[in-house]
């Protein structure tokens, strides 16, 4: 086995009671909350700075160096946004359900769309069992000066779309803000997640 973590980087790492994989350090927003602000390492990762994004075959190949039959799941989730490599994720997550026990989740920030220019809810029929959209502000105004998404201000709208879209195809969908808002605006978050009837948490 080739030493992918001197080579690439922590890719794939525990925290909490998941097992987690980190295929990018892309993302088109820059929220002022995040946690690669503060730390360079999470979990069992010394660091999640990426030298280079690992291929498919190469994520598939670290996957048999991990005891699996201590997860449940397989979290898409790093310093990046997973859907900027949303073909090479599901290769990956195509793998992991023909070949393993684990679930597949996604933690993303629900721009997915707009990052392929397409609509991606449809691809995650059958290959993806969850997926978590970052709400994080009740109102577009507020998301873009706490996430600075690339897109504008249409990002908002664009990310409640997304999560509209994507419950048809996945069977488990949630939404999350951080905890560092104002409880006016996580009140209206929750109520804004139980408009699109999905569970709403705080982290």
Avoid at 145 to 156: N, Q, R, V
């Amino acid at each position: 086995m080739k030493d992918y973590v001197e080579e690439i980087g922590d890719v794939l790492y525990d925290y909490g009671v998941g097992l987690y994989a980190n295929i990018t350090n892309r993302c088109p927003c820059r929220c002022d909350f995040c946690i690669r602000t503060m730390t360079s390492g999470l979990g069992s990762a010394d660091s999640l700075w990426l030298k280079r994004e690992p291929t498919p075959e190469e994520v598939i190949e670290m996957l048999s160096d991990w005891d699996l039959s201590r997860y449940q799941e397989l979290v898409f989730c790093g310093y990046g946004e997973p859907m900027v490599r949303l073909d090479d994720l599901l290769v990956i997550a195509r793998y992991v359900k023909e070949n393993t026990h684990l679930k597949v989740r996604i933690n993303t920030n629900g721009l997915g769309d707009l990052l392929q220019g397409k609509p991606t809810a449809p691809l995650l029929a059958g290959v993806i069992d969850a997926v978590s959209v970052s709400l994080n502000q009740s109102d577009a105004e507020k998301y873009m000066e706490l996430c600075h998404p690339k897109f504008g201000i249409d990002s908002y709208d664009a990310m409640l779309a997304f999560t509209r879209e994507v419950k048809k195809y996945v069977p488990s969908v949630a939404m999350s803000v951080v905890g560092v808002i104002p409880r006016e605006d996580i009140e209206k978050c929750r109520d804004i997640a139980s408009s699109l009837g999905v569970p709403f948490r705080v982290r």
